[in-house]
C-alpha cells in the first residue's frame, strides 16, 4: 500500500464547475500538506501548502486537511479550460524535508 | 527568470552511457532536491542538500547515481552505465531554509535510454 492514496482520474468537468480533489494518507506523522499544479512535460508548480490541520484560501483555491481521517482536499471554485492539468498531493513530516506525492489527478475543465 | 533551471532539457542515451544533469537553483534557496518521475505517476524522492552537504538519500538512489554540490550553489546528478529502467524525468526543487516545505521545481530533465 502506498503512503499517499490518490485516484488517477481523468475527472472532466464543464467550465464554471466546482472541482474537488482528495487525496488520503497512511501516515499520521506527515504534518505538511502541499498541492501542486503539473502541466504536460513540464515542472510541478507549488499551488497550496497547509502545515498541520485546518483550512487555507488563495482566490479561487481551497486547500483542506483532516488529519483525524487522514484526508486532504482541493476544491477549485468557477473552474477554467486553464486548470486543465495534473494535480498532486504531496506531504512531509517534521524530521525529514523530503516530500511524498500521490500519483496525481489528470483534471480536464470543457469549455 | 529567477526560477529554478535544468540543463539539459531533454538527453537522449545508449545503455551503459554516463550522463550528467545540472541544477540551478533559486539564488537565495539554501537547499536543493532532486525527484524522479515516471510517467503517470508522481515524483520521488531522490536525495537533498542543505548548502554543500547532502544531508538524505533515497534507497532508489542506487551505486549508479551520484549527486554533487560541490560550492552550495548549483548541483549535479550523474548516472552512470545507465538502464532503460533510468528513463524518467529528472526534478530538481529548491527550498529556503526557513520555509523548507515549500519546494520550487524546476522544468526538469527528461531522460531517455535506448
Known amino acids: 500500500q502506498k503512503e499517499v492514496e490518490q485516484d488517477p482520474g481523468p475527472l472532466s468537468v464543464p467550465e464554471g464547475a466546482i472541482v474537488s480533489l482528495n487525496c488520503t494518507y497512511s501516515?499520521?506523522?506527515?504534518?505538511?500538506f502541499m498541492w501542486y499544479r503539473q502541466y504536460s512535460r513540464k515542472g510541478p508548480e507549488l499551488l497550496m501548502y497547509t502545515y498541520s490541520s485546518g483550512n487555507k484560501e488563495d482566490g479561487r483555491f481551497t486547500a483542506q486537511v483532516d488529519k483525524s481521517s487522514k484526508y486532504i482536499s482541493l476544491f477549485i471554485r468557477d473552474s477554467q479550460p486553464s486548470d486543465s492539468a495534473t494535480y498532486l498531493c504531496?506531504?512531509?513530516?517534521?524530521?525529514?524535508?523530503?516530500?511524498?506525492f500521490g500519483s496525481g489527478t489528470r483534471l480536464l475543465v470543457r469549455p | 527568470d529567477t526560477g529554478v533551471s535544468q540543463n539539459p532539457r531533454h538527453k537522449i542515451t545508449k545503455r551503459g552511457q554516463n550522463v550528467t544533469f545540472r541544477c540551478d537553483p533559486i539564488?537565495?534557496?539554501?537547499?536543493l532536491y532532486w525527484y524522479r518521475q515516471t510517467l503517470g505517476q508522481g515524483p520521488e524522492f531522490l536525495t537533498y542538500?542543505?548548502?554543500?552537504?547532502?544531508?538524505?538519500k533515497s534507497r532508489l538512489l542506487s551505486d549508479r547515481f551520484s549527486a554533487e554540490r560541490p560550492k552550495g550553489s548549483f548541483s549535479t546528478l550523474e548516472i552512470q552505465r545507465t538502464e532503460q529502467g533510468d528513463s524518467a524525468m529528472y526534478l530538481c526543487?529548491?527550498?529556503?531554509?526557513?520555509?523548507?516545505?515549500?519546494?520550487?521545481f524546476g522544468p526538469g530533465t527528461r531522460l531517455t535510454v535506448t
Open positions: 501516515n499520521s506523522a506527515f504534518q505538511y
Open positions: 542538500f542543505q548548502n554543500e552537504a547532502q544531508l538524505e
Open positions: 504531496a506531504m512531509g513530516e517534521d524530521s525529514s524535508y523530503k516530500l511524498i
Open positions: 526543487a529548491s527550498s529556503d531554509i526557513g520555509i523548507s516545505y515549500e519546494q520550487y
Open positions: 539564488s537565495e534557496h539554501n537547499r
